[in-house]
C-alpha cells in the first residue's frame, strides 16, 4: 500500500524592526502575531529576528550586515519564505530578495494571501483580487524573480494562481472589471438595505478585531451556526441574520470581517461594499477580547478602521467578550474603567440578557402603549395595520362603525410611521 504525501508546510522567518519611539513589548507582540498570520497561512514559524535601529534601511530594511547575517540563518535552518512585519518598498523587496536567495513577502502581502485563502463566496473573491491587484501594480517593475513564483506557496494565492500577466496594461484592465463587479454588489447591498430601512428593522453590526469572538456571539444571538475557530480572518463573508426577541420585536445581526492592526488600505478600500453595512447599522457592538494582553493597541485597531470606513457616527457599545477568562479583580478593574461597557462570555452565555437589554435600548426598540384607529378602506391604513402587527404587539382588535381600534406596544422607533393618520385627525 502506497500512502499519498503531505505537503510540508513552508518554514518561515519572522522580522521586525524596533525603530523611532516602538517599544520593544509592542514590536515582540506584533511579532508574535505575524507569527499567527503565518501559521494561518499554512507556515512553520522556524526563526524570528527583531532589530533595533533609529530608522529603517531605504534599501535593505535593517541594513546590509543584518541581512547577510538573515541570509546565513535562513540557510541553517531552511527557510523557505522570510516575512516582514512591515510593508517593504518595491526597491527594499528586490534588494533583500537579492541578499537571502528566499521568497521574501511583507506583512501586507501576508495578509492578502490569508484573504485569499478563506475567501468562499464570488464577491469576497473578487474583494480579495482587486486588493492583491492593486498591491502588484507598483511591484512589477524588476520584480521578475519574485513574480515568477506566481502560484507556489504563501504569499502567491489568488490572481497568481490564474498566471496573471504582468503587463500593467492588463493589470489596469483586470482591475477596472474587478472594480465595476463589486460596484454592482455595493449597489445591490445599498437597494437591500433601502428595503430594511422601509421596512424599520433596525440592524446591528458587529465588529472586533480578528478572533475576538464575533461570530461565537453571532450564534449566540441568532441562533445559528457559522463557523468559529481560533484562527485568524474566518470569517470574510458578511453574515446578515434575523433575532427575534422573545416579545416578538425583531432586529437584524449582520457579522463582519475581523479587523488587524495596520489592516492593508488595499484591503479596506475593496472591502468597502461589505464594511459599507457597519456604516450603515443602527448600531455598532465592539466585540473585544477582554483577555488579549495587548487589549488597547486592538481597540485602537478597530477604532481606526471604522473611521477609515466612515462609521464613527454611528452609536456603539464596548462588548468585553471572554470575561469567564480574566479573575474577579481584572473584571473589577475593566468595570472602574469602562462603566458604560457590558462583559460577557459568549462561549458561556453569560451576560446576553443584560446585552439583549442594551440593545433594545439603543436602537429604540423599547415600546410605548398606543391606542390608533384606522380606516380599512384606506391603503395607507392597511399598511399601517401590517406595520402595528409586524412590529408591535398588539393587546385589543376591534371593528367598530367601519373604523380598527387596535391597542399596541409599539416600538418606539417605528411610532411615526404608524401614528400618520391618528395625528392628522
Known amino acids: 500500500m502506497i500512502l499519498a504525501q503531505t505537503a510540508r508546510p513552508e518554514r518561515a522567518a519572522l522580522v521586525g524592526l524596533i525603530a523611532g519611539r516602538a517599544r520593544r513589548l509592542e514590536a515582540e507582540r506584533s511579532l508574535e502575531e505575524l507569527g499567527s498570520l503565518a501559521e494561518a497561512a499554512g507556515g512553520e514559524v522556524a526563526l524570528r529576528v527583531l532589530q533595533e535601529r533609529p530608522k529603517p534601511d531605504p534599501s535593505t530594511f535593517l541594513g546590509l550586515g543584518k541581512v547577510r547575517t538573515l541570509a546565513v540563518s535562513c540557510a541553517e535552518l531552511g527557510v523557505d519564505v522570510v516575512i516582514f512585519d512591515n510593508e517593504l ?36 473573491k473578487l474583494q480579495v483580487e482587486l486588493a ?13 524573480a519574485a513574480l515568477s513564483r506566481l502560484g507556489g506557496g504563501i504569499g502567491t494565492r489568488g490572481p497568481g494562481e490564474t498566471k496573471l500577466e504582468t503587463d500593467r496594461r492588463r493589470i489596469r484592465t483586470r482591475i477596472h472589471a474587478v472594480s465595476e463587479a463589486i460596484e454592482h454588489v455595493r449597489r445591490r447591498r445599498s437597494q437591500l438595505r433601502e428595503r430594511r430601512q422601509k421596512a424599520s428593522v433596525p440592524t446591528v453590526a458587529l465588529v472586533g ?20 475557530s481560533d ?7 458578511p453574515l446578515v441574520r434575523q433575532v427575534r426577541l422573545p416579545d416578538s420585536r425583531e432586529l437584524l445581526v449582520s457579522d463582519t470581517v475581523g479587523f488587524i492592526d495596520r489592516l492593508p488600505h488595499a484591503l479596506v478600500a475593496a472591502f468597502r461594499a461589505t464594511l459599507e453595512e457597519v456604516a450603515n447599522a443602527d448600531l455598532i457592538l465592539h466585540v473585544i477580547d477582554a483577555a488579549a494582553p495587548d487589549r488597547d493597541r486592538r481597540i485602537s485597531a478597530v477604532r481606526q478602521v471604522l473611521d477609515d470606513v466612515g462609521a464613527t457616527g454611528v452609536p456603539l457599545v464596548d462588548i468585553y467578550n471572554k470575561s469567564d477568562m480574566l479573575t474577579v479583580d481584572e473584571r473589577r478593574r475593566l468595570e472602574e474603567r469602562d462603566p458604560a461597557a457590558l462583559s460577557i462570555s459568549a462561549l458561556q452565555r ?12 439603543k436602537v429604540a426598540l423599547d415600546v410605548r402603549r398606543v391606542t390608533l384607529t384606522f380606516n380599512p378602506d384606506d391603503p395607507a391604513d392597511r399598511e399601517r395595520i401590517a406595520r402595528t402587527y409586524r412590529h408591535g404587539r398588539v393587546i385589543v382588535h376591534e371593528t367598530r362603525d367601519g373604523q380598527i381600534s387596535i391597542t399596541a406596544d409599539v416600538p418606539r422607533r417605528v411610532l411615526s410611521w404608524v401614528e400618520h393618520r391618528a395625528d392628522k385627525r
Request: glycine share 6%; proline share 2%; charged share 25%.
Open 350 to 361: 453569560t451576560g446576553i440578557d443584560e446585552l439583549l437589554e442594551t440593545i433594545t435600548s
Open 209 to 228: 478585531y480578528t478572533n475576538a469572538g464575533k461570530t461565537t456571539l453571532f450564534n449566540v444571538l441568532t441562533r445559528e451556526n457559522a463557523v468559529t
Open 89 to 124: 518598498t518595491p526597491a527594499q523587496l528586490r534588494q533583500i530578495e537579492e541578499e537571502v536567495s528566499r521568497k521574501i513577502i511583507d506583512r501586507t502581502q501576508l495578509i492578502l494571501d490569508i484573504f485569499a485563502r478563506r475567501a468562499q463566496t464570488r464577491e469576497g
Open 231 to 237: 484562527a485568524l480572518f474566518v470569517t470574510l463573508d
Open 132 to 144: 492583491q491587484l492593486k498591491y502588484l501594480l507598483p511591484r512589477l517593475v524588476g520584480a521578475g
